[in-house]
């Protein structure tokens, strides 16, 4: 497992926090990764004397090559939008459902699959039958401490975090390593 990362303090200078709860759902036996993200979008940009600041999306990264990429919030299907940034991310554009103004939260729920690709021995995505190999990624503006990732094995794995911090548990249905207070 990876380290954990978090976009860029953009979105926050730009007047809106993103707080998130990532899930990493390995599964060995089908070759993937099911990762859902639920994101909170708070607007903090005060309205001024003759404007009012609504945002209408945002722009989370995700890695390069995942497939089965959906958001939606309040089980209605949200635009997403994706554009290359360089080789190991891109962008996703998510439309909201509808204008966020100065102090509203918009929840919605993003999702995709990691899938392991084979072939080159230096990528970074591995989910085989005995060994599995991710990048992990926490989704949150910079100073938002309340997000969290957490990254689900099946039984008989034993989970390695050579980079970040995150607290490995067993359990005898999965194991977990959970990284809390993202900033």
Same mark, same amino acid.
């Given at each position: 497992?990876?380290?954990?990362?978090?976009?860029?303090?953009?979105?926050?200078?730009?007047?809106?926090?993103?707080?998130?709860?990532?899930? &990493?759902?390995?599964?060995?036996?089908?070759?993937?990764?099911?990762?859902?993200?639920?994101?909170?979008?708070?607007?903090?940009?005060?309205?001024?004397?003759? #404007?009012?600041?609504?945002?209408?999306?945002?722009?989370?990264?995700?890695?390069?090559?995942?497939?089965?990429?959906?958001?939606?919030?309040?089980?209605?299907?949200?635009?997403? /939008?994706? /554009?290359?940034?360089?080789? #190991?991310?891109?962008?996703?554009?998510?439309?909201?459902?509808?204008?966020?103004? &100065? #102090?509203?939260? &918009?929840?919605?729920?993003?999702?995709?699959?990691?899938?392991?690709?084979?072939?080159?021995?230096?990528?970074?995505? $591995?989910?085989?039958?005995?060994?599995?190999?991710?990048?992990? $990624?926490?989704?949150? /503006?910079?100073?938002?401490?309340?997000?969290?990732?957490?990254?689900?094995?099946?039984?008989?794995?034993?989970?390695?975090?050579?980079?970040?911090?995150?607290?490995?548990?067993?359990?005898?249905?999965?194991?977990?390593?959970?990284?809390?207070?993202?900033?």
């Amino acid at each position: 497992i990876g380290a954990v990362a978090a976009p860029s303090a953009a979105n926050a200078a730009n007047g809106i926090v993103i707080t998130s709860t990532a899930v &990493y759902d390995v599964r060995p036996d089908d070759g993937i990764v099911v990762v859902t993200v639920d994101v909170a979008a708070t607007n903090v940009m005060p309205d001024s004397a003759t #404007q009012r600041f609504y945002y209408d999306g945002i722009a989370l990264p995700i890695p390069i090559g995942v497939t089965s990429i959906s958001a939606s919030s309040g089980g209605v299907a949200l635009p997403v /939008t994706l /554009t290359a940034v360089d080789e #190991q991310f891109q962008r996703a554009d998510i439309t909201f459902g509808t204008s966020v103004f &100065y #102090q509203q939260t &918009y929840p919605f729920t993003l999702t995709f699959v990691m899938t392991d690709a084979g072939g080159d021995p230096e990528r970074e995505i $591995w989910v085989r039958s005995r060994f599995v190999a991710l990048p992990v $990624w926490g989704f949150g /503006t910079e100073g938002a401490t309340n997000s969290s990732v957490e990254v689900v094995m099946p039984p008989g794995f034993e989970i390695q975090v050579p980079f970040g911090d995150m607290e490995v548990i067993h359990a005898a249905d999965a194991a977990r390593a959970v990284a809390t207070g993202i900033d």
